[in-house]
């Protein structure tokens, strides 16, 4: 069955530094690979996803992922951390055979310290 | 602009109420899904639909049920609610395929009683 892996519920950083949000995913066949962000009291906005194509997304506020098979691994970062990206993040896959289905992690709260 | 609403945003019921959560989307997408969201749990997928007339169970269905007449409402109905529902639940729609985008609804705060 596939799953997704997140490392650590709770990261802070200070405003400027590197943001580095993990995801792990477990695999027989090639997955698809997706990052959300939830607000709070809001629902889900797609950041970024991984369908295949460059390994490495580039998706919107400046974050970025890097798709790596060989530690089925994909991993969120973001050079510089803005107050305004205190938020939580979700990874999730899919594949294709499962129609659209995803499967997400437990999420990620990122908050961001002056 | 297209959108997905859900209504009513907060709800409160006591123990064995059914209870119906509203979706509604103006994207003309063909999937449709339902999550509850909990703390250390994620979301996590209650029922899904790829089109109208058609209803699938996903991990977490108990106690809970859809229906879909037209493209645009997934209507989530909770026979007879319990404690252990109380949760935010969050419906989201796709065009087709697994790498389209799902764009999800507010949220409706469901607290029962």
């Known amino acids: 069955a596939q799953s997704v892996t997140q490392l650590g519920s709770h990261v802070s950083v200070s405003e400027g530094a590197l943001v580095l949000l993990r995801c792990n995913y477990s695999s027989s066949v090639p997955p698809y690979l997706f990052w959300y962000v939830q607000y709070p009291n809001q629902g889900l906005q797609l950041l970024l996803k991984?369908?295949?194509?460059?390994?490495l997304v580039k998706g919107i506020n400046g974050f970025e992922a890097e798709f790596k098979k060989s530690e089925t691994s994909f991993h969120l970062t973001k050079p510089s951390a803005h107050m305004s990206d205190a938020a939580e993040y979700f990874c999730a896959v899919g594949y294709t055979g499962t129609a659209s289905k995803l499967t997400f992690g437990t999420g990620t709260r990122l908050q961001v310290t002056l | 602009d297209a959108e997905i609403t859900q209504s009513p945003r907060h709800k409160i019921t006591e123990t064995g109420r059914q209870v119906t959560l509203a979706c509604h989307q103006t994207w003309n997408h063909n999937n449709m899904f339902w999550y509850r969201q909990d703390l250390g749990h994620g979301l996590r997928l209650i029922h899904y639909s790829y089109g109208v007339h058609d209803t699938n169970k996903g991990e977490v269905s108990d106690g809970y049920s859809v229906s879909r007449s037209n493209t645009e409402d997934l209507p989530l109905t909770l026979e007879s609610a319990a404690s252990s529902q109380t949760s935010v639940y969050f419906c989201a729609s796709s065009y087709d395929h697994t790498t389209d985008t799902q764009y999800f609804g507010p949220g409706t705060r469901l607290t029962v009683l």
């Open positions: 991984y369908t295949s194509a460059a390994t």
